[in-house]
């Protein structure tokens, strides 16, 4: 049984820093998988933030590149975000997703960006 689970999210002031983790079990191969963070901000439906493809392709929304850095620990199976100079606008909650044949979601963690 694959589970993905999610630490790091919070309450930072704008400019502030976190960063999220994100602890894969139940699946072989993760050097094989697609691996992603993405956000549901409010009112609005989930939206991809930053992507490592299994063959190592980077790839960022255009409102966090230069702010944020996706990255991977193969052998341990997690997946980090770097999350730098955070604005209101980054605020929502963060799902890890993995895919590999299947589509794999964690649970979410919240992230709040408030003055």
């Known amino acids: 049984q694959v589970q993905l689970v999610e630490t790091g999210g919070g309450e930072v002031r704008p400019g502030g820093s976190l960063r999220l983790s994100c602890e894969a079990s139940?699946?072989?191969?993760?050097?094989?998988?697609?691996t992603a963070w993405y956000r549901r901000a409010p009112g609005r439906q989930r939206e991809l933030v930053a992507r490592?493809?299994?063959?190592?392709?980077?790839d960022y929304d255009d409102n966090v590149r230069g702010r944020f850095t996706i990255a991977r620990d193969n052998p341990n199976k997690i997946v980090y975000l770097e999350m730098n100079d955070l604005k209101p606008e980054d605020t929502g909650v963060y799902y890890c997703?993995?895919?590999?044949?299947?589509?794999?979601w964690g649970q979410g963690t919240q992230v709040t960006v408030s003055s």
């Open positions: 490592i493809t299994l063959e190592g392709y980077l």
């Open positions: 997703y993995v895919q590999r044949f299947a589509d794999y």
């Open positions: 139940g699946i072989s191969d993760f050097n094989r998988c697609t």
